[in-house]
Structure formats: C-alpha cells, structure tokens
C-alpha cells in the first residue's frame, strides 16, 4: 500500500507571513488520511518546521547540493536541510534542470546526498512540449529516470514526481489518458529495475493541479499524488487539493 502525499512547492515564494498559510493547512488536517508537505524556500524551513511540530505537516526543501560540506558559495547540504527540520527533498526540478543547467547524473549524486542524509528525495521528470509533439516523451522521462535515480533507492526514500514542463505554471494539463500512459511506463521501468519494490515508490503528478482538477487527476491509476507549485501558495486553494486525496485513500 502506497500512503498518499499531496505535496506543495513554494518555489521562490513566501516570507514569514506566509505561515499563515502553513497554519491554516494544519488547522483544516489535524489527522489528515494521507502525507502533507510542504516545501518553502530554504529561508523558512527551520522555522516551518517549528510551526508543524507535533503536527501532520511535513517539511521538505527544493534542492541541495551533492557534497556533504565545502566551498560552494550559497549551497545547502542534505544534512543541514535534514538539521533544519527537513524531511523530504525536491530534486531536479525542471526549473532547476533549465536554470541551473542541471543534468541526470547531477540529480542522481544528490539524491544519493540526500538519501545519505536521511531525507525523502522526490525526484521529478518531464518532458517539453516540443519533445511531446515528436513523440519522445517516453524515451525522454525514461532517460531522466535511468540517470536520475540512484541504484540504492528504494520505494521508502525515494519519490518520483512527473512533471510535464509544458504543464506547469501554464493552467494546461495531460489528460487523463496521458497521464495514465505515462505513470504506467514509469511504474513498469521502475518494476523492471528494482523488482517487486518497484511497486512501493510513490509517483505524483504535477503540472497546473487545481482544485477544479485535483479529483479527476487522482481517480488515474498509479497517481498516488501531487506536487502543486501555485495552488500550494494560499490554503484556501490546497486544502482542497489534500481532501481530493485524502477521499481516495478512504476508498482504498
Ligand atoms: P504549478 O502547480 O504552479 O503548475 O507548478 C507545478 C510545479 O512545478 C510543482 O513542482
């Protein structure tokens, strides 16, 4: 059984009046039915993390860097997000893939770091809108999930968000079949390289989740969630999100 995660990505948003946010997330989910994080910027996980203590809400960070301690001006190691009340990780996200010229084997030390540290790394892959138009998507996600993916992760440490780059931040999703095609190649390949555990690791779509959307997202098969970037800012907006999900972990 797969425990749901309907997962937040502040991305470069939020100061410290936006825990309101956090705090009005945990007042609606006292004992919510799946996993809730949320991932602000590195500035405000420390106190975040004080904030959801003794609380459901998890807390996670955007990125960190593959070596443990060094000269690497502005970085962040696995082990201070882990230090700074961090439990998960969002690695090789496509805006860090893009802006930061980040490559597979980059987001495979990482997660390597991170999994060292004892963090959840949540792994996203994705294909552009012109790489879908040719027809490659599946070559190209299954590119990045053979690089990314560290040979030592297993379903427990280890997420995999699919995160088509023409879908987010953009109001436009897959549909529900692409979506489905696309969660079952990953769950196959997974399967194919990790045996039998292939099936514990939790895959998530994200891309333009909405309220509006969110239901019908989590009735597709081997959707055990999401990573919402816009829809995380305001809990008005994912506190719907997280009960769409928690609905299907009932029906479980
Ligand atoms: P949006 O939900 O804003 O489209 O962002 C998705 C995303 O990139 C989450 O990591």
């Known amino acids: 059984m797969r425990r749901k995660l309907a997962a937040g990505n502040w991305k470069m948003n939020g100061t410290r009046a936006a825990f309101a946010e956090a705090k009005a997330l ?3 989910h006292p004992a ?3 996993q809730i994080l949320l991932c602000p910027p590195a500035t405000l996980i420390a106190a975040m993390a004080e904030i959801a203590e003794g609380s459901p809400l998890l807390v996670g960070g955007q990125d960190c860097h593959a070596d443990a301690a060094g000269a690497h001006t502005g970085d962040i190691s696995a082990a201070m997000l882990a230090e700074a009340g961090a439990g998960f990780v969002i690695l090789g996200h496509s ?3 893009a802006d930061h ?3 597979d084997e980059d987001v495979r030390r ?3 770091a991170a999994l060292a540290a004892g963090l959840v790394a949540i792994v996203c892959v994705g294909e552009t809108e012109a790489e879908r138009d ?3 998507e599946l070559d190209v996600v299954g590119r990045q999930l053979a690089g990314s993916v560290p040979d030592g992760a297993t379903g427990a440490d280890v997420v995999i968000a699919y995160e088509p780059v023409w879908a987010i931040g953009t109001g436009r999703t897959p549909t529900a079949e692409q979506i489905a095609a696309m969660h079952r190649f990953l769950r196959e390949t997974l399967v194919a390289r990790f045996g039998e ?3 514990a690791f939790r895959l998530l779509y994200g891309g333009s989740v909405k309220p509006g959307n969110a239901r019908s997202i989590f009735a597709i098969p081997d959707v055990d969630g999401a990573l919402v970037g816009g829809a995380s ?3 008005e907006d994912f506190k719907p999100i997280v009960a769409a999900l928690e609905d299907c972990a009932d029906r479980e």
């Open 95 to 97: 805006e860090r893939r």
């Open 32 to 34: 919510p039915r799946c």
């Open 110 to 112: 990482k997660a390597d």
């Open 233 to 235: 800012l305001k809990a």
């Open 26 to 28: 945990i007042a609606a």
């Open 134 to 136: 040719a027809g490659s």
């Open 197 to 199: 555990d292939g099936h």
């Open 101 to 103: 010229a980040e490559r």
